[in-house]
């Protein structure tokens, strides 16, 4: 009984959604299912969510304006083990515009560039609208010039990189907070690790032979082929789990309805991990590169180079049109914002939202930025990072976006990633 002392809401979303702590809070049920089985296996003891436009409403009221006091929220949440969708909002007191308010969220990022960097991870945030825009230094992996992949495993940060000199190899490195790195090891004897992902608990990384003329800088020396996937089996060991064909890169991971799903970097097509080593392929979106994977209402996504523009994977090699983004030619990153597809663009460094069908709505230029780099959603907004400035941005809606800051400031060259 202790624990019910100073409720200020308690939603059984057992047949309703009432509020049954005595204040008044109740819910208005936006399209949710309020018949769904709870823990145990109790019939009618739990709400579920369709992960589109279903939720909870409960109105603002004096017992839910928490202030600067303490609070706290508990909940039960069970998701599927095979996801074809992202999952986002558990709990959202949030105001964007004002940017106060608090997030509690299991987050499934990907499509952040090459990689998938969150999944299931459980997120907590409050925001006061902070003015002040800083960001920390966290030391340096290695002898890297480019951390190509970053990805949260088992409550820790890894990071993938790509080191040019003719006797270096890319590697893998865990956050050891301050600005410290725990070298993790090198998969294989190329020069990067350049997408990391979490499947079925696991942590896989893919390598590549980078070309870095790509990004105005000399080509490395190391010329050893990658294209391959491994997974990490603690220390510094990896075990191969396959190569995506004859490709010599592994470029972008994402996970749908339970497998692992690849791209190479310098040629066209999507694979699938079906074990054992084996990866079978999936078609090749548009007939050209691609740039970017993730899930989204249920399907699997596509980005795409050479041309720009998003395809959706209808199964076997089948892959759906989406539309182009005006006459952007690389579509880099995507993110899944307010339940929205954005995606970020070269060479005007746009976003856009994916408003159904072919349609793609302008969401604004980030600055004189020529390509988006990479976006994610953090504390309830979305971000994105930039070249040639390696800026990182904060979506304001419309087509407003605000600078929070220049990570990279090394002089005299041509471009600088974020």
Not at 188 to 213: E, H, I, M
Not at 323 to 345: K, N, P, W
């Amino acid at each position: 009984m202790a624990l019910e002392k100073g409720l200020v809401g308690y939603w059984k979303l057992g047949g309703d959604c009432k509020d049954y702590s005595g204040n008044g809070n109740h819910g208005v049920n936006h399209g949710a299912h309020l018949a769904g089985p709870g823990r145990g296996g109790q019939r009618e003891a739990a709400a579920g969510f369709d992960g589109r436009d279903d939720y909870i409403e409960v109105p603002p009221s004096r017992s839910l304006s928490l202030g600067s006091s303490d609070f706290s929220i508990s909940v039960w949440v069970r998701t599927d083990d095979d996801l074809d969708d992202v999952i986002g909002d558990i709990v959202s007191k949030f105001d964007p515009e004002s940017r106060t308010g608090l997030n509690l969220s299991i987050m499934n990022n990907a499509g952040v560039t090459s990689s998938q960097p969150n999944y299931r991870n459980v997120f907590f945030g409050i925001d006061n609208a902070r003015t002040a825009s800083q960001w920390t230094d966290c030391g340096r992996p290695g002898n890297n010039i480019f951390v190509c992949a970053l990805a949260v495993h088992q409550g820790a940060l890894y990071a993938g990189t790509f080191e040019t000199e003719e006797h270096e190899a890319g590697h893998v490195y865990r956050y050891a907070g301050g600005t410290e790195w725990v070298d993790c090891g090198s998969p294989d004897n190329s020069n990067s690790v350049f997408t990391l992902a979490v499947c079925k608990g696991q942590l896989y990384a893919g390598t590549a032979r980078y070309r870095a003329r790509g990004s105005a800088l000399p080509d490395s020396l190391n010329q050893n082929p990658g294209g391959w996937v491994y997974r990490y089996d603690g220390g510094k060991k990896w075990v191969p789990s396959g190569r995506l064909g004859e490709a010599n890169e592994v470029y972008a991971l994402a996970v749908y309805r339970g497998a692992l799903y690849a791209i190479p970097m310098y040629s066209p097509g999507v694979f699938r991990f079906d074990g054992e080593n084996t990866w079978t392929y999936c078609g090749t979106p548009g007939g050209r590169r691609s740039m970017a994977l993730a899930v989204f209402n249920g399907s699997l996504y596509c980005t795409g180079n050479e041309g720009a523009g998003v395809w959706r994977y209808e199964g076997g090699t089948e892959w759906a049109d989406c539309g182009q983004q005006a006459q952007e030619t690389q579509t880099y990153s995507m993110a899944f914002y307010q339940g929205r597809m954005y995606v970020g663009t070269w060479p005007s460094g746009t976003v856009f939202r994916y408003d159904g069908e072919k349609t793609w709505a302008d969401c604004g230029r980030l600055g004189d930025e020529k390509e988006v780099m990479g976006m994610a959603v953090y504390n309830g907004m979305l971000y994105a990072g930039t070249l040639p400035l390696a800026q990182v941005y904060r979506y304001d809606g419309g087509s407003k976006w605000t600078s929070t800051g220049q990570l990279d400031t090394t002089p005299d060259v041509t471009y600088r990633r974020a």
